[in-house]
T-cell receptor, first 116, second 112 residues
């Protein structure tokens, strides 16, 4: 399996522009997670889906952020409008299932976003 | 609110030495604790997962311990190699919560 696939790997945009990050989870995995990593705050969970349904979006910073999972093999994280403070590395992760004591997550390589 | 702390933030060690990375957490009500490895420009890879009822887990040269009552975990790396250079993150999963809480990591550099 190719693992979790994210695109683009790098994105540079100007303040106010819309940004869309994409994720393809590992085939057969039922849970998908979006994280943001910064030097100041570390790795933070933004939202996670179970069987394509958003379960917890309490980590989404504000209404400018939205995430969708239209099917089991694709998810997007959109920022509109983008701001310089959104600059970070965004990771997508997937899990075969989520809830058991030994369940773990498999991370993609991340998208490095820079908002000028 | 659960907080996870890793000290030091960075560590340099000569090749061949044994070393210990430390992790502390504020709430002992955890489901499990994991150690992840992150290489530059890449995602995280799970190294070891310790369930709350366990005291330690081993994989090759790595050994992770868990002392839930004191809110501490250690990752022991034996006979360090330059390939071990990476950032190591500790993460806990609180009871009755689906989220993982991550520490900020320890950046490890093994000197050849």
């Amino acid at each position: 399996d190719a693992g979790v696939i994210q695109s683009p790997r790098h994105e540079v945009t100007e303040m106010g522009q819309e940004v869309t990050l994409r994720c393809k989870p590992i085939s057969g995995h039922n849970s998908l997670f979006w994280y943001r990593q910064t030097m100041m705050r570390g790795l933070e969970l933004l939202i996670y889906f179970n069987n394509n349904v958003p379960i917890d979006d309490s980590g989404m910073p504000e209404d400018r952020f939205s995430a969708k999972m239209p099917n089991a093999s694709f998810s997007t994280l959109k920022i509109q409008p983008s701001e310089p403070r959104d600059s970070a590395v965004y990771f997508c992760a997937s899990s075969l299932k989520w809830g058991g004591p030994t369940d773990t997550q498999y991370f993609g390589p991340g998208t490095r976003l820079t908002v000028l | 609110k659960q907080e996870v702390t890793q000290i030091p933030a960075a560590l340099s060690v000569p090749e061949g030495e044994n070393l210990v990375l430390n992790c502390s957490f504020t709430d002992s009500a955890i489901y499990n604790l994991q150690w992840f490895r992150q290489d530059p420009g890449k995602g995280l890879t799970s190294l070891l997962l310790i369930q709350s009822s366990q005291r330690e887990q081993t994989s090759g040269r790595l050994n992770a311990s868990l002392d839930k009552s004191s809110g501490r975990s250690t990752l022991y790396i034996a006979a360090s190699q330059p390939g071990d250079s990476a950032t190591y993150l500790c993460a806990v999963r609180p009871i009755r919560d689906d989220k993982i809480i991550f520490g900020k990591g320890t950046r490890l550099h093994i000197l050849p």
